[in-house]
Each structure stands twice: as C-alpha cells, then as structure tokens.
Nanobody, 123 residues
Framework: VQLQASGGGLVQTGGSLRLACSAS????????MAWFRQTPGKEREFVAS????????YYADSVKGRFTMSRDNAKNTVDLEMNDLEPDDTAVYYC?????????????????WGQGTQVTVSS
C-alpha cells in the first residue's frame, strides 16, 4: 500500500493551496481517507477526513469553512483544497487511510500513511 502526497509549497497569508494524495495497492473505494498535519515538536494533528463514498466529511474546528476535502474513487485520489491560509496552517501535511469511520481523529487509529508534503504560510 502506498500513499503519495503532493501539492505543498510556500504561500502568503490569505492564499490558497490544493494538496493531492494518490493511493495504490488498496481497494480505494472501501477506505476512509484523512489529512493530518504536524509541526516540529508537536503531535500530529487531525485536519479532515472523508468517507468511502465521499458523501461524509469531518473537519477540525481550526479549518472548518476554509478547507474542503474531496475524493475521486475512479482515480484513487483525495484532494484538500485550502483557502484563506494562515501562518498557523504551516506544517507537514500527511494523508492517511484506514477502514474506519470519519470521526476517528486520533492518529493512532490510522494504519496507512503517506510521506508528507510541506505547507508554509508566510505572514
């Protein structure tokens, strides 16, 4: 199983980025997918998740209304559209997959992880 995250970069406050995660080696449309983020010295933090069909999404309060997660089961991909970015959004962003519900926000519940992509928001 492999998850490949991409799309990170440097953006100014108020800007936008779109992250993508490509999955292989799993029956993608059976998996709940999620995005987490982590900064040095801090624990990995839940950002968003999406159910297998794409009809159910769950967001951390800190990103609600600014970030949108979507998936394309035909392409085995999930996206995270990030708008109105703030310096506090600066982190390495990881995609994750598991056969669990969207509300499982603790990293310990997720078994499969991608390698991470850096997002930096300058003030």
């Amino acid at each position: 199983v492999q998850l490949q995250a991409s799309g990170g970069g440097l953006v100014q406050t108020g800007g936008s980025l779109r992250l993508a995660c490509s999955a292989s080696g799993l029956t993608f449309d059976k998996y709940t997918m999620a995005w987490f983020r982590q900064t040095p010295g801090k624990e990995r933090e839940f950002v968003a998740s999406i159910g297998w069909s794409g009809s159910v999404t769950y967001y951390a309060d800190s990103v609600k209304g600014r970030f949108t997660m979507s998936r394309d089961n035909a392409k085995n991909t999930v996206d995270l559209e990030m708008n109105d970015l703030e310096p506090d959004d600066t982190a390495v962003y990881y995609c994750a997959a598991d056969l669990i519900g969207t509300a499982f926000s603790a990293p310990k519940y997720w078994s499969t992880w991608g390698q991470g992509t850096q997002v930096t928001v300058s003030s």
